[in-house]
């Protein structure tokens, strides 16, 4: 079992930057592949990024890539999701996810995903 507590998010103006956090309750958390996904009212839940188990590769959706950058720190069992020149439309409830498989490669699938954070709202204002 991972426990996994987001932290960071708000409320910002459109342009602004945030930047989020997911902190592990497990010491082996560099075993697992992470991912960020978000759910805006009256959508589904939506993949944002994920990256490796030691960093070395991360991939983004496109609606978010260029200017999200997800980074972590295994010494922290913390992952982190850098949000830059916020917009509208990033409006949802943000949550990281733990790939339990043990795979190196990245994951964008709902369902490639073992445990999730409770979430934090993050609300961009025009």
């Known amino acids: 079992q991972v426990q996994l507590v987001e932290s960071g998010g708000g409320s910002v103006q459109a342009g602004g930057s945030l930047r989020l956090s997911c902190a592990a309750s497990r010491r082996t958390f560099s075993s697992y592949g992470m991912g960020w996904f978000r759910q805006a009212p009256g959508k589904e839940r939506e993949f944002v990024g994920a990256i490796s188990r030691n960093g070395g590769s991360t991939g983004y959706a496109d609606s978010v890539k260029g200017r999200f950058t997800i980074s972590r720190d295994n010494a922290k069992n913390t992952v982190y999701l850098q949000m830059n020149s916020l917009k509208p439309e990033d409006t949802a409830v943000y949550s990281c996810?733990?790939?339990?498989?043990?795979?190196?490669?990245?994951?964008?699938?709902?369902?490639?995903?073992?445990?999730w954070g409770q979430g934090t709202q993050v609300t961009v204002s025009s």
């Open positions: 996810a733990a790939d339990g498989s043990g795979s190196y490669y990245l994951k964008s699938r709902i369902s490639d995903y073992d445990y």
